[in-house]
């Protein structure tokens, strides 16, 4: 494909063929390396929005520009309407993602449901990530359908299979390409962590505003119901959204976190490596906690005559709202290795994804590592 180099950072495609006017990009060397791998797809549809009716010269593609649906994203375009103007939904851009009914999408709290139930969910949080970066959650935005005439099926030597359509892009160490232009020997990112069938949470109440009102009176809390209702957590039953942040939370504390009482105040403290207690956090902000930390500090230890130190982490919420929440789902107040407790007996009615919820935060704390 030919192009020019009229300015830094500026190209130029001359009109030629159907072409109405010239098509001007924005990209560094960087970006050009992206385009090239994918065989200059996204400037021959930058090309083809060039040729429709009315176009105002020039057909530009921003510094984002990638395979899209009809225009490239990043494409922009503008259009005189006594000239014979269009009107087309693929000029603000959107990517494609073209997977047959039946793929299973992950969801940010483990669980994964076919793409086609995606409709279903009142505000679907996925998992997204970018290479080299943690995976984060997103809300879904907009679910499209096509029918397409052909679909691919990709292995990868560790046993990952993908359906999808030729056009549906996937991360490569060249950037972003078709899944049409992949071949044996090609390398694509895939996410290790497959997530447990999602299965609806069985009618079963966990904390009913009665006995609330009973460890209230227990603790000398009062205020503490009404603060869990204002925060929508009161009743609490297995199907409520939020019960996948709880699950991890108690497990986490389980692990490495104490409840405690002090000077009138009520505590929930939680100690780990400094990421996982920042998920921990948020997760408290998810039901409207707010946690000071994580605190960070050296601490010198003595143990069997040997000695080291290590820097420790903590995160530390002050609530007697959280503490009757977590003393009435089960997590011992004080010193849990002095004292005997169970596992909620609710805990082994849920679904294997809400149960991973709990393992999740039980095992992400910091367990000893094993020496030899």
């Not at 990952?160 to 972003?176: I, Q, R, S």
Request: hydrophobic content about 40%; overall charge neutral.
């Amino acid at each position: 494909m030919f192009f020019e180099k009229i300015a830094p950072y500026t190209y130029r495609i001359p009109r030629q063929g159907k072409m109405r006017v010239d098509a001007v990009f924005f990209a560094s060397e960087a970006i050009l390396k992206d385009l090239e791998a994918e065989n200059f797809a996204s400037l021959q549809q930058l090309m083809n929005v060039a040729t429709l009716p009315g176009i105002v010269e020039p057909a530009l593609a921003m510094p984002d520009i990638h395979w899209g649906y009809g225009f490239p994203i990043g494409g922009v375009a503008a259009f005189d309407p006594e000239e014979g103007g269009v009107v087309s939904p693929g000029g603000v851009g959107f990517d494609i993602n073209c997977l047959p009914p039946g793929t299973r999408i992950l969801f940010r709290d483990g669980y994964t449901r076919p793409i086609e139930e995606l409709a279903e969910e009142r505000a679907p949080n996925l998992v997204v990530w970018r290479l080299g970066e943690r995976p984060e959650a997103a809300q879904a935005a907009l679910l499209l359908s096509r029918e397409a005439e052909e679909l691919l099926r990709l292995r990868t030597e560790g046993g990952f299979v993908l359906e999808a359509t030729p056009d549906h892009p996937l991360y490569t160490p060249e950037g972003m390409r078709p899944a049409g232009t992949l071949g044996p020997g090609d390398r694509v990112a895939v996410h290790p962590f497959r997530g447990l069938p999602y299965e609806p949470p069985p009618p079963l109440s966990l904390l009913e505003e009665e006995e609330a009102e009973a460890w209230a009176r227990t603790l000398g809390f009062p205020q503490a119901p009404r603060e869990l209702r204002a925060r929508g957590l009161l009743p609490l039953r297995a199907d409520h959204p939020h019960l996948p942040a709880i699950l991890r939370l108690l497990g986490y504390a389980l692990g490495d976190g104490t409840l405690y009482r002090s000077g009138g105040r009520a505590y929930l403290v939680l100690y780990g490596e400094e990421e996982g207690l920042r998920e921990a956090k948020a997760d408290l902000e998810r039901l409207g906690f707010r946690a000071g930390g994580p605190y960070l500090r050296r601490r010198n230890h003595t143990f069997r005559g040997r000695t080291f130190d290590a820097v420790e982490a903590g995160l530390k919420v002050s609530s007697r709202a959280l503490f009757l929440l977590f003393r009435a789902l089960g997590l011992p107040e004080g010193a849990k290795a002095k004292q005997g407790f169970r596992l909620p007996a609710w805990l082994f009615a849920l679904p294997p994804w809400l149960k991973a919820n709990f393992l999740a935060g039980l095992f992400g704390q910091s367990f000893p590592r094993p020496r030899p």
